[in-house]
């Protein structure tokens, strides 16, 4: 089974700024790349953002669009999240997941992480 350790969160003020890791133990199978969820308290699961297998590709919530960035270090199997400009809205934890693909939405297939928490203070 994979593994997946998420790291980076934190508790930062509304404005600031936070890098989220994802490093994988192997590399797996994605149907369209590798991407990060969230989950606020109260809330269901959402999409963040979802990256390419060749990194060529990047896709975005609405609100998100603009602040956060996904990348991707292929030879570390690592996937990051820079999150800029945060707003109180964006505290969840966050997971990332590498097996991404669309269908009603974009949906996450492969196994989880244990999620990592970012709060927002305003």
């Known amino acids: 089974q994979v593994q997946l350790v998420e790291s980076g969160g934190g508790l930062v003020q509304a404005g600031g700024s936070l890098r989220l890791s994802c490093a994988a133990s192997?590399?797996?199978?994605?149907?369209?790349?590798m991407g990060w969820f969230r989950q606020a308290p109260g809330k269901e699961r959402e999409f963040v953002a979802v990256?390419?297998?060749?990194?060529?590709?990047?896709y975005y919530s609405d609100s998100v669009k603009g602040r956060f960035t996904i990348s991707k270090d292929n030879a570390k199997n690592t996937v990051y999240l820079q999150m800029n400009s945060v707003k109180p809205e964006d505290t969840a934890v966050y997971y990332c997941?590498?097996?991404?693909?669309w269908g009603l939405g974009w949906m996450a297939h492969g196994y989880w992480g244990q999620g990592t928490q970012v709060t927002v203070s305003s």
């Open positions: 990256i390419s297998k060749s990194g060529g590709s990047t």
């Open positions: 192997e590399r797996t199978f994605s149907r369209f790349g």
């Open positions: 997941n590498l097996d991404v693909g």
